[in-house]
């Protein structure tokens, strides 16, 4: 007889396992694309690092001149699923989407000591609608672009530079800024490098696909953006947007990114990739670590006042004191205040939240109602680059220009008016002029009849005492 065949492992023997070693624990893999995962060589990231400290030694660049620059993509009206809570574990929650998947594309640049510069804003669009600057609240210093593909290009990234050269060479520390980027095309042209060479930015590449380890915007930043931006599109669509436009978007940007890039998460990006303070072992131990996601903090209730319960919390708080003073009484006395009481508590809670809601979806409507009737799809520009307050200052210019063309109209066609008013009375005028010099001709005739006749009787009776 042959050997014994080897033993067949059930399908539950891993979960056995576990249970006989607690000392091992499961651990959710996350998928990584090939390249990236074979960028986790600790040797090149560590040369990396130590390249990166020699450049800013050498050149004595402060953690206010370093800069990184980077590119984040979003679907203009698409927000994400939302956690609810509720008494009903059979309610179906269903929230109404925009289906706007309009790309944009925005070039975010952030500095080490937690200054955040203006974006750049990358339309899929031909042209620069006069709607995005005088229907939306987009700060003046924002740049707005176009692009046949949606996405940055050398001409933008030239445009961006001389952005990027404006506003940190307003707050420039030292002699030299470093510029933390990718390796995309549009980032090494000649005419790129040229231009910073010039300017004294020293253009500092990452490892090519490296940047979801030692980028900070990547690493830090875009993850609350995102989330902050779904946030915006979840709430315009619970206040009746149906249509999370381009206006939409220009018009919630800024109050994203005011939740978005605060200082200390600015910081703690650069802290995070191990570059200030300087410690790229940080990294290194955390090549093959998962990234934790971010966590929101949950809100809390305020504190009431006594008497009346006027709000929850007050009327929570003295529902309890009822069924403190209601131990002597019956046991079926103390369910049915119990239950009367729910019943308050979760009456008070849907009238606030209907309230809360009237009064938002009201003032977001009025809202969206203005900027719809500002809305115009006349162009500003075809194509190019443009920031806010410049296109702003073209409408403007061309509003004006109009006006006066209007006003000239208007002058040409009060004098055409008064000239055909003046046509048609004519007749009438020449009539009574007319009448006039009749009348002047009889009055003419009668004073000289009437002095013939005095002077006929004046001579008659000169002849009769002559007689």
Not at 35 to 51: T, V
Not at 138 to 155: F, H, R, V, W
Not at 229 to 234: Q, R, W
Not at 336 to 342: E, H
């Amino acid at each position: 007889m042959g050997p014994d065949p080897a033993p067949v492992i059930g399908d539950n023997w891993a979960l056995r396992f576990l249970e006989r070693h607690p000392e091992y624990f499961i651990k959710k893999q996350q998928t990584i694309d090939t390249n990236r995962k074979n960028a986790h060589k600790p040797n090149n990231i560590l040369a990396w690092f130590k390249k990166y400290h020699a450049v800013c030694q050498e050149h004595n660049i402060q953690p206010a001149d370093q800069y990184n620059f980077d590119e984040t993509g979003f679907r203009i009206g698409i927000g994400r699923d939302q956690g609810i809570i509720t008494c009903d574990p059979n309610r179906q929650g269903y929230l109404a989407s925009s289906t706007n998947r309009e790309l944009v594309s925005v070039c975010e640049t952030i500095s080490a000591d937690g200054t955040i510069l203006p974006p750049m804003i990358i339309f899929l669009e031909a042209i620069h609608q006069e709607a995005w600057y005088m229907a939306t609240s987009i700060p003046d210093n924002y740049l707005i672009a176009t692009s046949e593909s949606g996405y940055n290009n050398d001409d933008l990234t030239i445009k961006w530079l001389e952005h990027f050269e404006q506003f940190s060479g307003e707050r420039q520390v030292g002699a030299y800024r470093l510029l933390l980027l990718d390796g995309f095309g549009s980032h090494c042209t000649k005419q790129f490098i040229d231009y910073c060479d010039c300017h004294n930015i020293i253009v500092f590449c990452l490892p090519p696909h490296s940047s979801h380890l030692l980028q900070p915007l990547d690493v830090v930043v875009f993850q609350p953006y995102k989330h902050y931006h779904a946030e915006a599109v979840e709430a315009a669509t619970r206040m009746g947007c149906g249509d999370f436009n381009k206006c939409e978007f220009l018009d919630q940007i800024h109050s994203i990114r005011q939740q978005t890039f605060k200082s200390t998460t600015v910081r703690s990006a650069f802290q995070a990739n191990s570059l200030i303070p300087y410690n790229p072992g940080i990294v290194i131990s955390k090549l093959r670590e998962a990234v934790a996601p971010a966590t929101i903090p949950l809100t809390q209730f305020s504190s009431t006042p006594e008497g009346i319960p006027l709000t929850i919390a007050s009327l929570r708080t003295q529902g309890n004191e009822l069924l403190n003073e209601a131990q002597d009484m019956t046991p079926e006395f103390q369910h049915r205040l119990k239950l009367v009481l729910q019943g308050g508590l979760a009456l008070a809670q849907s009238g606030v939240l209907a309230i809360e809601h009237m009064e938002n979806t009201r003032a977001a409507e009025q809202l969206r109602s203005a900027r719809s009737r500002a809305q115009s799809r006349r162009q500003v520009q075809k194509g190019g680059v443009l920031d806010a307050s410049e296109a702003r200052q073209m409408v403007k210019s061309r509003v004006d220009t109009e006006v006066e063309q209007k006003k000239k109209e208007l002058r040409k066609a009060e004098n055409e008016q008064r000239r055909e008013n003046r046509a048609k009375i004519q007749p009438f005028l020449d009539g009574i002029k007319a009448r006039g010099k009749a009348r002047h001709k009889a009055q003419v005739y009668k004073g000289k009849v009437s002095r013939l006749i005095v002077a006929g009787i004046r001579q008659q009776a000169r002849l009769q005492k002559l007689i």
